[in-house]
């Protein structure tokens, strides 16, 4: 079992949705999560990070962890086109997902 | 701040040759992180340093990788000799604080395309 897994995707939604991307982890001791955006040939810049179980808003990007079930979420209220990217997650290990491709259709 | 700056952008070389990548952290970070990605395995951590001593070097695939760090300023990955399976995007990050219970907030460099013939 992978460490992180995502779907790889591509997920589509229309512009105005909501976008919801999910990320599950093997190991129960990981207390630190962070989501990062990859345009396509640009290098991954950080988005969100989350210690807590529950919810961390940041304007329209939510982040949900849920340590007993192992998995944390970034949701994307108003998808816009240009948040049209790769999104992967990681912990505190230095471990990342393959990424989730999101593709936000005018 | 400038951000990461990662030279060179762009290296096309032939199998057996040294290949030596270079990153500039982000003056006043502490942690500076070496990753390859491909599209088959991902971003892999290769080696992290913390006030430029290597702490992890377990992502380094074989002895034909080295990386150094001999100031707070300036770090280097080097491949010799190169083969074409380690044509991918290297990344050098770097982060102001952290450590295995917080995690890292890192700052990506725009990358170093390397493709080996």
């Known amino acids: 079992q992978k460490e992180v897994e995502q779907n790889s995707g591509p997920l589509s939604v229309p512009e105005g949705a909501i976008a919801s991307l999910n990320c599950t982890y093997s190991?129960?001791?990981?207390?630190?999560f962070f989501w990062y955006r990859q345009y396509s040939g640009k290098s991954p810049e950080l988005i969100m990070f989350?210690?807590?179980?529950g919810d961390k808003e940041d304007g329209r990007f939510t982040a949900q962890l849920n340590k007993a079930s192992q998995y944390v979420s970034l949701l994307i209220r108003d998808s816009q086109p240009s948040d049209s990217a790769t999104y992967l997650c990681?912990?505190?290990?230095?471990?990342f997902g393959t990424g989730t491709r999101l593709l936000v259709s005018p | 701040d400038a951000g990461v700056i990662q030279s060179p952008r762009h290296e096309v070389t032939e199998m057996g040759q040294e290949v030596t990548l270079r990153c500039k952290p982000i003056?006043?970070?502490?942690?500076l992180f070496w990753y390859r990605q491909t599209m088959m395995r991902g971003l892999e951590l290769l080696i992290y340093?913390?006030?430029?001593?290597?702490?992890?070097d377990s992502g380094m695939p074989e002895d034909r990788f080295s990386a150094k760090m001999p100031n707070a300023s300036f770090s280097t990955l080097k491949i010799q000799p190169s083969e074409p399976r380690d044509s991918a995007v290297y990344f050098c990050?770097?982060?102001?604080?952290?450590?295995?219970?917080?995690?890292?907030?890192?700052?990506f460099g725009p990358g170093t395309r390397l493709t080996v013939t």
């Open positions: 190991d129960r001791g990981s207390q630190s």
């Open positions: 340093f913390n006030n430029n001593v290597p702490i992890d």
């Open positions: 990050a770097s982060s102001p604080s952290g450590g295995v219970q917080t995690g890292y907030e890192q700052y």
């Open positions: 003056s006043g970070h502490d942690y």
């Open positions: 990681g912990f505190q290990k230095l471990v």
């Open positions: 989350i210690y807590s179980n």
